[in-house]
C-alpha cells in the first residue's frame, strides 16, 4: 500500500523506549507554532512508500522494539499506517503514534481512524503547543500532550495514562 512518508529514522531513542523505527508520515492540517517537522505538512509533498517494502525492514532489523508511527499526522492516512502497525504487532513489537488529535477526539469516530487506534500502543495525544513547550517531560513536546495507555483505556472507557516506569 503506497503512502506519503517526510522521512524515516531506522534506529531512533527519541520517539518512545528502545529502539524505535520512527515512521514520519507526509500531511499535516494543523500548522502547529513550533513544529518540529513544518517540512511535513503539505499533504501532496514528501515521498511515496510502500508499506510492505517498509514492512520487510522492520521485519528484518533485530534490533527494534518497536515502531513510531508521527508526523506530520498519522491519522490522515490511517490505512497505511494500520498496515504498519500490524506488521509491527505481527513481530511482537510495540506501536507508539504521535497525533495532534486526542484520544476522546479518536474514540468518537467510527472509521478506519478508529480501527488504527485500536493498534496502537501508546498515542502521544494532543496538538504541540508552544507556550506549553518543556525539555522536562519525556517523549513530548509541551505539557498539555499525554502518553495514553490506548489498550487499558478502551477496556476502561477513559484515558488511563501510561506508566512511564514500565519503560
Known sequence: MIFRTFGVVENSFVDGPGIRMAIFFQGCIRHCEGCHNPGS???YGGERM????????????PLLTGITLTGGEPFLQPMQALSLARIAHQRGLTVWCYTGY?????????DNRKTLLKNIDVLVDGPFE??????DIPWRG??????????????????????????
Open 50 to 61: 510502500d508499506t510492505n517494502e517498509l514492512g520487510k525492514k522492520i521485519f528484518n532489523d
Open 41 to 43: 505538512w503539505p499533504m
Open 102 to 110: 486526542t484520544f476522546e477526539e479518536i474514540n468518537e469516530w467510527e
Open 130 to 135: 508552544i507556550d506549553k513547550m518543556s525539555l
Open 142 to 167: 509541551s505539557t498539555n500532550q499525554r502518553l495514553v495507555d490506548v489498550k487499558k483505556s478502551l477496556e476502561k472507557g477513559e484515558v488511563v495514562l501510561y506508566d512511564e516506569s514500565e519503560a
